[in-house]
């Protein structure tokens, strides 16, 4: 059976189990995780029937990729295209995505479908993409691959005299030429007090001897992403830079070593956080310590202080602690990791600064 088949009948087990008959699917990654669609539109997914709504731009793309599912079409939008399926189907209890739908298309629902029970839910698909499969997984490590055959000869001799700006349009272009679909997510590169913002924007700034460079980049394959962050300095470091930075590797690599099946996400921030607050940098890593990579850049589980979820074998994801001390710069190291029964496979391999 075919990923995306089996996808689909484990969210009809549970729509059977919660007394629905469909459901709207609205978020582009849970539809092409559903039914292989890249367009854009709604999926709807029932036990007597499935449907792509879209227009004539994708509809090509609908018959070629979401096999088995009808492919529909209404001059009046995509919504109208998949209410009139639904009218078909006698649909008289549908979930929705609250997260991903309008309020105006909640209205337009209800006005619509008279009669039919409305469930919002949230959730649903996004706990399913945790756990990746091995088609998934093998997408991540090439999409991380990729990453490290563009960054990797970047960073060993970084260009001075160019913009942040045109650095970043650098990487890009040496990961599409490494076979990238496309890049993950906006390029950060950030020198000097820049890399005190954690997702500075690159500007017009230039690459200077005597400063810290962030970078942070990902390379999409397949629909699959991956994540990573690697800083330097451009010259001879100064003696503030190798404080922070080693205090940032030696919480991301302390983290990385506790990743297996099993252990709390939060646990893992915890882990990062103790080797920062011991070198007094604890007040400066203000985000959460990372996050699942898949068909979205940032996907469960969170891996913050916060966080609830406990890692499981095939789940994808970053380890990214970070020092920001506004005004000096800042200092991020992040890998995506794959967590496996004992441990993880670190999925990025562009060499990291280290001081002895
Ligand atoms: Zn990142
Ligand atoms: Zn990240």
């Known amino acids: 059976m075919s990923a995306p088949r089996r996808r689909r009948d484990r969210v009809l087990e549970w729509l059977a189990e919660h007394d629905l008959d469909a459901m709207l699917v609205k978020s582009p990654a849970n539809m092409r995780y559903l039914t292989g669609f890249t367009g854009e539109g709604f999926a709807v997914v029932a036990v007597v029937g499935q449907a792509v709504s879209t227009d004539s731009r994708y509809a090509i793309e609908a018959k070629e990729e979401a096999r088995g599912y009808k492919t529909v079409m209404s001059p009046d939008g995509h919504l109208a295209g998949a209410i009139k399926f639904l009218g078909e189907i006698e649909c008289r209890a549908l979930a929705f995505e609250s997260e991903a739908m309008t309020y105006g298309e909640y209205e337009t629902l209800r006005k619509k479908l008279r009669g039919v029970k409305l469930k919002g839910v949230k959730g649903v698909v996004e706990e399913r993409r945790r756990v990746k499969d091995s088609a998934e997984i093998a997408l991540i490590r090439q999409a991380a691959a990729i990453a490290d055959r563009a ?29 990238a679909d496309s890049i993950a997510f906006d390029t950060i590169a950030a020198v000097g007090p ?92 203000g985000h959460g310590l990372g996050h699942g ?27 990214e602690p970070g020092v920001y001390i506004e005004g000096w710069g800042g200092v991020r190291v992040e890998d995506t990791v794959l967590v496996t029964a004992r441990g993880c496979e670190v999925l990025t391999n562009t060499p990291k600064l280290e001081f002895g």
Request: proline fraction near 5%.
């Open 293 to 319: 990579v898949g068909l979205q850049v940032h996907e469960g589980p969170g891996l913050g202080s916060r966080s609830k979820d406990v890692l499981q074998k095939g789940m994808v994801v970053t380890v």
């Open 151 to 179: 960054l990797a000869p970047l960073l060993a001799t970084p260009p001075l005299g160019i913009t942040e700006k045109e650095f970043a349009l650098r990487l890009q272009t040496e990961m599409l030429r490494a076979g």
């Open 194 to 285: 820049n890399a005190a913002r954690p997702h500075a924007v690159p500007g017009s700034d230039v690459l200077r001897r005597g400063q810290m460079l962030k970078v942070d980049c990902g390379a999409c394959l397949g629909g699959y992403r991956s994540d990573i962050t690697r800083t330097v300095f451009l010259g001879k470091p100064t003696r503030q830079f190798r404080e922070v930075y080693s205090a940032v590797y030696e919480a991301q690599q302390a983290a990385v070593r506790a990743v297996r099946a099993g252990v709390e996400a939060a646990e893992l921030d915890r882990i990062a956080r103790r080797v920062l607050d011991e070198r007094g940098y604890g007040d400066k890593f």
